[in-house]
Structure formats: C-alpha cells, structure tokens
C-alpha cells in the first residue's frame, strides 16, 4: 500500500505533464481524436489517482485493525498510541518514498537540476533529522513528567511540537528558493522548454508539500514513541 501511495505523486506529475501539453498545443493543428484521446488520458489519470489515495486511506485501517487483534494489548491507552504510531510510520514511509520518486523523476527530466535537487533534499533531511532528534528528547522528558505527576501545560507540549515541525518546513523551504531560482535561470537559458518548466514548478511545490508532512509527521512520531513504549497501569486514565 506504501508503494502504490508513494506512486500516486509521479501519476500526478504525468497528469501536470498532459494537461501543460494539451493547453501549449492547443492551436498545433491536432486532429479531433488526438485530443479526444488526450481528454480521456488526462480525466482518467487524474480520476484514478484519487481513487487509489482513498482505498489506501481507508483499507490501511482494515490491515491495521486485524495486527492489533493478533496482538491482543490489554490495555487501550497504549493501543491508542500503537495505533497513532503506525498510521505516522506508514506515513512517513510513504513520503520518503515519494521524495525518492521525485528525485529520480527530476533527474530524468535534467540531470543538473536533479543533482542539484538531491543536494538540496539531503540537507533538509539532514537538518528535519535532527530536529527530530531533539524533539524525542523533549517528549521524552514530558513522559517523564507525566509518570511524577508533575504537571506541564498544554501550550508546552503542543507548542514544543508545533515550533520543531514548521521549524522543519521553515529549513526546507528555504532549500526550494534555491530551486526556484535554478528552474529560473534553466528556462530562461532554453535549457528547459515551457512544458517542462511547468511540470518541474508544480512538482517542487509537491516535493516541498511533502517535506513539510515528513517534518511534522516525525515530531507526531517522536510524541507517539515516546508513550507508546510506557507501562500503563491505570487503563482509564485519560489520553494525554
């Protein structure tokens, strides 16, 4: 399920990809059942696509829903938080696959612009990394609290989580001005046609998207690990 999620991404650039040709060549002299067919290619890419997101989404349910009954936890505060932790982990799975996808689809379409693209993704990650890093340690010491029933205030907890996720965004969005300006200086020397151009503006736009989810997707993982993996001995106590 992770790798067909992880699909849908390069799907959607191809549809990008139809969609900026139809409109470039719309006075090129087409005959009637070319277009007809890059109608259907184009409504049928972009239909199916959606499809596939949705039964990921909801059968992943069903799949985690069965494990947890083989493994029968006794005790439902920490089977929620297993449950958080595997809907981030196949979360996470699923963006980092993407950004891999992305990667190798960039460096297909040009091969100065993909290295200088994985550059640039390995230093967000590196840099996304260690705030998470930082922040399980930080959840670690809120659990900590909890289990000395020293009370720490909701704008701590959250907001502790909240400042290391956009950190994260702030980091990698910093990297896509960097691109930004390269697909510029790429279309404008002719390196790059307006289709292309196009297909790479939007698709660093999703690359960006999902570096952001990857950050705030580890800073809800540091929080789910961290209660996860504790002994709870009073099962009505509340979520915290």
């Known amino acids: 399920m992770i790798v067909v999620a992880s699909l849908i991404p390069l799907s ?11 409109i470039m060549h719309k006075k090129a002299g087409l005959s009637v059942w070319h277009i007809v067919g890059q ?3 184009f409504f049928g890419l972009y239909g199916s696509t959606h499809l596939i997101t949705y039964w990921q989404k909801t059968y992943r349910v069903k799949v985690f829903d069965g ?7 006794k005790n ?6 297993q449950w958080a932790l595997a809907f981030e982990l196949t979360n996470l799975f699923h963006m980092i696959i993407t950004a891999v996808i992305l990667i190798v689809y960039f460096s297909f379409v040009d091969w100065r612009f993909g290295i200088l ?13 260690w ?3 930082k922040h399980l340690k930080d959840q670690h010491k809120f659990v900590d609290a909890r289990n000395k029933k020293q009370h720490v205030e909701n704008s701590i907890r959250v907001g502790s989580r909240i400042r290391s996720g956009e950190a ?4 990698s969005s910093a990297g896509l001005v960097v691109l930004l300006a390269a697909l510029l200086l790429l279309s404008y020397t002719n390196v790059l046609d307006a289709s292309g151009a196009v297909v790479l503006f939007l698709g660093l736009r999703m690359q960006n998207s999902n570096l ?4 705030g997707g580890l800073m809800r993982l540091a929080r789910a690990m961290a209660y996860s993996g504790q002994k709870y001995e009073d099962e009505d106590e509340d979520e915290d």
């Open 12 to 22: 959607q650039l191809f549809v990008i990809k139809v969609f900026s040709t139809m």
């Open 39 to 41: 109608f259907a290619l």
């Open 67 to 73: 494990a947890f009954k083989i493994m029968d936890t």
């Open 76 to 81: 439902k505060l920490k089977e929620t938080w």
């Open 117 to 129: 693209n994985f550059l640039v993704i390995l230093a967000s990650l590196e840099l996304i990394a």
């Open 131 to 133: 705030l998470y890093r």
């Open 168 to 171: 994260g965004t702030l980091l």
């Open 212 to 215: 952001s989810g990857i950050s």
